[in-house]
């Protein structure tokens, strides 16, 4: 993926800083941004706008697999779309992540104010211009401020 313009930078660091606080307080998992590869269980190199594993899964890798892309799929993982990306293509990745093992995605589409909830085995849910977006139960007490990232 191209790197992003201003407006979609400014929503991701929001998201970004949102998340890493509720993270460093929760202290069960480890966040990453959207710099990080992840090679899939299917082989696929993915770098999703922001991820997270829980440390029972990231301290059972290697130190040599935690240098390079870790190869685990993140238990929690979350699409930004900017306007360049195609919607279509941004639900198939998420989709994908799914099918290798990842327990709950979120794909934000600012642009119709949407948030699509992906978890397995459950049909995907369309929140039309939610104010909050919970990861209950999977990230204990996380709700995101969605207003923040429609501006």
Same mark, same amino acid.
């Given at each position: 993926?191209?790197?992003?313009?201003?407006?979609?930078?400014?929503? =991701?660091?929001?998201?970004?800083?949102?998340?890493?606080?509720?993270?460093? !307080? #929760?202290?069960?998992?480890?966040? !990453? #941004?959207?710099? $990080?590869?992840?090679?899939?269980?299917?082989?696929? =190199?993915?770098?999703?706008?922001?991820?997270?594993?829980?440390?029972?899964?990231?301290?059972? %890798?290697?130190?040599?697999?935690?240098?390079?892309?870790?190869?685990?799929?993140? #238990?929690?993982?979350?699409? %930004?779309?900017?306007? $360049?990306?195609?919607?279509? $293509?941004?639900?198939?990745?998420?989709?994908?992540?799914?099918?290798?093992?990842?327990?709950?995605?979120?794909?934000?589409?600012? !642009?119709? *104010? *949407?948030?699509?909830?992906?978890?397995?085995?459950?049909?995907?849910?369309?929140?039309? =211009?939610?104010?909050?977006?919970?990861?209950?139960?999977?990230? *204990?007490?996380?709700?995101?401020?969605?207003?923040?990232?429609? =501006?």
């Amino acid at each position: 993926m191209p790197p992003t313009g201003g407006e979609t930078g400014g929503r =991701n660091f929001n998201l970004s800083v949102a998340f890493g606080i509720w993270a460093r !307080f #929760d202290g069960t998992g480890k966040g !990453f #941004d959207s710099s $990080t590869v992840f090679s899939l269980p299917n082989g696929a =190199n993915r770098s999703p706008d922001l991820a997270w594993v829980t440390f029972l899964r990231w301290n059972a %890798l290697t130190h040599e697999e935690r240098l390079g892309f870790p190869p685990v799929c993140p #238990d929690f993982i979350v699409g %930004l779309r900017s306007h $360049t990306d195609s919607l279509v $293509t941004l639900q198939s990745k998420m989709q994908e992540y799914i099918d290798n093992g990842c327990a709950l995605g979120w794909l934000i589409e600012p !642009f119709e *104010k *949407k948030v699509y909830v992906y978890r397995p085995q459950a049909q995907v849910e369309c929140l039309d =211009n939610p104010a909050t977006v919970s990861g209950e139960p999977l990230l *204990k007490g996380f709700v995101l401020d969605v207003g923040d990232l429609w =501006n």
